[in-house]
């Protein structure tokens, strides 16, 4: 099934380096980089789809939460940073 | 947003939008009302507050807030969610401190926390508290320090987050009315302790 989660918690994923300039929902800064799937949520349908679609019902995408470090992100910082991601922008890490 | 319509009162532009989606048929002027009064008529931080406020007095409230906020929602007579929009409840400990942003726009839940800061909808908190957390709190007169997990999460449309603080101490005798009067917008954020 399309909808089924590939990535578990814990998991390192790669954010792809290159989501392109159409409407979607992988901020700059994450692009490329590589975090850790802290929640898997229900799937539902990718943004990029719906928008394209002309705002239809689009097939359910799986849905993350995914960790990043500020050092990983910045080069610095004590802190984690959180972003909520569809499997379409995501490939796994190593 | 373009500086073109600037001159234009708010009011007047959301007018001209609500025609523009009328006259394509989308929606009724009535639906559009509706919509508005669910969404906006009855959002203000008390609703949030109020979660927060149970989730401190009840702690097996507290641990279905925490998995499902759905439930809770509804029990409390809380305005529920927009469509296709979920809500994710952030936990404070002594050692994790979660501050929420929305880097792509502003989403927040609006229903919960009634309509958001200016500050949170500016460039500079959406790109700065990304980066360097710690002395945008501080700027808000919160010190987070550096033993402590901080955590801060990007928002989007889809999923939105509310910060549950930590209940401050020598409240023991207040009600859960009192409590939910201490808790701010703010707090439900993250840019403030409670």
Known sequence: MADRAHFGVTERVRCLPQ?????HRAPGY????VGEVVSVYPARPLPDAV?????????AVPFYGV???ARDLFGEGQHSVTVDLWETYLEKSG | MSDAHLSVPAAARVRRLEQAVIDAGLATDEELDAILETFLGRARPLNGA??????????????RLLD?????????????LGPNQSLRVLENTESVHNVVVCTLCSCYPVGLLGPSPSWYKSDAYRARVVREPRAVLAEFGLEVGAEVDL???DASAELRYLVLSCRPTDTEGLSEEELASLV???GMIGTAAV
């Open chain 1, 19 to 23: 989501i392109g300039d159409h409407h």
């Open chain 1, 30 to 33: 994450v692009q490329g980089q």
């Open chain 1, 51 to 59: 928008v394209a679609s002309g705002g239809r019902d689009m097939p």
């Open chain 1, 67 to 69: 960790r990043f470090l």
């Open chain 2, 50 to 63: 109020r979660l927060i406020a149970r989730a401190w007095v009840d702690p097996e409230f507290r641990r």
């Open chain 2, 68 to 80: 499902d906020p759905s439930g809770p929602l509804s029990e409390l007579g809380l305005p529920s």
């Open chain 2, 151 to 153: 955590r801060v999460w």
């Open chain 2, 184 to 186: 701010t917008r703010a």
